[in-house]
């Protein structure tokens, strides 16, 4: 409904929003009436959710309805409309028999072009969630599954150096990374990025897959796990491991789509560290981080 919405407020945008200095277009306050439904209705939907993020929508949606602030409310609506993004890609091996689930910021694009050019013949599947491939490729649901992870703090440093960055040049970047959230702008200090990720707004209801928690991104519907969870921060050893247990040449992996030479050193500050700490608790448990490790 929040996706449908959104469309037909998108064409209603124009014909509502104030010229410089002149007011309201004509005809426009018929057109907020129908508006003031709109939200009104969309509102009750999501008052009625099971999920606390979109009550919270809900409650935001009438506030700035209520207060004439289309822009606000619009972009509630297209953050009300967004699904936690788990179609990352991910890389069926036959020949191995191995399913392997990227997770985004985590050395994805070295892991797809090592493992690409270790079976060439492998299917790397884009688009489709973890249960999807497994119902279409389900002599997969026996092969050996493995992931990576990586420092919750780092990862989220990293989203916010590459695709929010990237966005303040980009015109596709900012319509993909930053307009579909309420409360995301560029120009956000990285502070300020994990302060928004502690929202509801930025939670993994709503979340793109650069800020999804990892373990959305990993496991599959009945909850269950890969067989085996490397990390970034020891991927040498942990690349080396799987190829073992795959028998799988074990080639050197790619340096690709590294930290800026700038961030090379860059820790969120103490309140960032905890607001990433309870954002992506169960992230910090998963990965061995929350006993100190790096």
């Known amino acids: ?39 009104g209705r969309l509102a009750a939907t999501l008052a009625a959710s099971a999920t ?48 392997w689930i990227c997770n985004p910021k985590a050395a994805s694009r070295s892991l797809i072009a090592a493992l690409r050019a270790a079976d060439p013949g492998a299917e790397v599947i884009r688009r489709r969630t973890l249960d999807e491939v497994l119902e279409r490729r389900p002599e997969a649901r026996g092969y050996f599954r493995f992931a990576f992870l990586r420092h919750p703090a780092a990862r989220a440093l990293s989203a916010w150096a590459d695709k929010h960055t990237l966005a303040r040049t980009e015109r596709d970047a900012y319509r993909w990374f930053i307009r579909p ?6 120009g956000m200090s990285f502070e300020e990025f994990c302060r928004w990720l502690g929202t509801p ?81 169960e992230d910090y448990r998963l990965g061995g981080y929350d006993d100190g490790q790096g």
């Open 1 to 39: 409904m929040a996706r449908r919405s959104g469309r037909v407020l998108e064409a209603l945008a124009p014909c509502l929003l104030p010229r410089s200095g002149n007011g309201m277009r004509a005809g426009a306050s018929i057109r907020r009436r129908a508006l003031d439904r709109r939200y």
């Open 181 to 186: 959230w309420y409360g995301l702008r560029t």
């Open 201 to 281: 707004f930025g939670a993994d209801a709503f979340a793109d897959r650069h800020w999804l928690s990892q373990h959305r991104q990993i496991r599959d519907a009945g909850g269950r796990l890969p067989d085996f969870l490397g990390r970034v921060e020891r991927i040498e050893a942990d690349w080396r491991a799987v190829c073992e247990r795959l028998g799988m040449p074990c080639r050197a992996l790619p340096r690709l789509n590294p930290r800026p030479a700038a961030l090379a050193d860059a820790a969120p500050d103490p309140d960032s560290e905890a607001l990433l700490r309870w954002r992506y608790a």
């Open 52 to 99: 606390p993020e979109h009550r919270e929508v809900a409650e935001a949606l009438r506030a700035a309805a209520g207060e004439g602030d289309h822009r606000a409310a619009l972009a509630l609506v297209r953050t009300a409309g967004r699904r936690p993004d788990t179609r990352a890609e991910k890389i069926v091996s036959r020949r191995y028999r191995y399913l």
